[in-house]
């Protein structure tokens, strides 16, 4: 048993406020230096390619979807914390990955919400910057998370024998501690890079929050470091990990087919489904995004796109590991039921 639950999110805390402080002293450093400059001050985000009559429906739907990612994905974190049945590595690394769906989504939602509210479309300097830098924090750890989820499926199925001698409590806490670590490395790289820039000119965005490779075409300096560091991170941070990713189901594939009897190919998969199902909703769409993006002069695609993986996947991801996980159920329909048997014997003590 893994009593991992009691400290599953001192790690992604402890960076985020540490590159808050940093990054704001950077924007706040910037601003200094752009006193006697014409830079920009603030950037006009135009949101959602949706017409004005139809905020209001839009509006109402994205705030429904936002506030069930964060109580979905509570609920998982909830149902972890509390379930002992669910002490073990891969429910360690759900409860992380759940906590990030929901900073992740965070980032954007609630500034988009709140520009659809108030027909306000700017966002400060530092603002954006910040977004910037919490947004790929977020979405790396993400990626480095999944691959740690995947790791375990094929230790668990490859290697059952020595499942628990592989994936101890130190090994898991040391692959979110590097996850965190290598996330913060490469938005430190980002950020540090693109507070360097200057913005003279333009300052309307497309898009609903401070997309990176936007803000980049914005930009009146040279951004080829900025666009070689995009590629060298995004590697490490995206491409090698989803790399990673396959060859473990590689070999898990690989391991099924071998496995005699069908009962016991359908337990391997179910194991693998829900993990299966939210990495292909996360890497299809950056992979459509990112490696067939749309031309210059059509950048709706790439809003839409952004919205799938920054709204609709953390939304999505509550459901996919509550239906299809039978541990998850059962957890749920245990504390409903302790509840239900507090409240009745509360109820007759009267």
């Keep these: 048993m893994f009593p991992f639950c009691d400290s599953h999110n001192d790690f992604p805390v402890f960076h985020i406020s540490i590159s808050h402080f940093f990054f704001l002293s950077l924007a706040k450093e910037k601003n200094m230096r752009r006193d006697n400059e014409s830079s ?14 139809n905020q209001g429906i839009y509006y109402t739907l994205f705030l429904v979807m936002y506030l069930i990612t964060v109580l979905g994905n509570l609920l998982i974190i909830l149902l972890i914390r509390l379930d002992s049945c669910l002490h073990a590595p891969m429910y360690f690394f759900l409860s992380h990955l759940a906590f990030t769906d929901i900073s992740f989504s965070s980032v954007t939602t609630p500034k988009m919400l709140m520009n659809m509210q108030t027909q306000s479309q700017s966002i400060s300097y530092a603002g954006c910057i910040s977004q910037v830098c919490f ?106 990990p989803f790399i990673c990713i396959l060859v473990s189901y590689g070999h898990i594939g690989g391991t099924i087919l071998r496995v005699p009897s069908t009962k016991g190919i359908c337990k391997a998969l179910s194991t693998c489904g829900s993990h299966l199902s939210v990495v292909s909703l996360y890497y299809g769409a950056i992979i459509g995004l990112y490696f067939f993006p749309s031309s210059n002069n059509s950048n709706d695609k790439d809003v839409i796109v952004s919205l ?43």
């Design 308 to 350: 799938l993986y920054t709204l609709v996947t953390p939304m999505l991801n509550p459901f996919i590991y509550s239906l299809r996980n039978r541990d998850m159920k059962g957890a749920l329909g245990n504390i409903l039921s302790r509840e239900k048997f507090h409240h009745d014997e509360h109820y007759f003590s009267y």
């Design 135 to 240: 947004f790929l924090f977020f979405g790396g750890l993400d990626s480095f998370l999944l691959t740690s989820m995947a790791y375990d499926r094929y230790v668990a199925i490859c290697h059952p024998l020595h499942y628990t001698t592989i994936m101890s409590q130190n090994i898991c806490f040391l692959l979110v501690t590097v996850s965190c670590v290598l996330s913060c490395t490469g938005t430190l790289l980002h950020t540090l890079l693109l507070v360097r820039l200057s913005f003279c000119g333009d300052n309307t965005l497309p898009h609903f929050f401070c997309d990176l490779s936007t803000l980049l075409k914005l930009s009146s300096s040279d951004t080829t470091v900025n666009k070689l560091v995009i590629l060298i991170v995004g590697t490490v941070v995206l491409t090698l």
């Design 40 to 53: 920009v001050s603030e950037f006009i985000l135009l949101g959602l390619p949706i017409w004005t009559e």
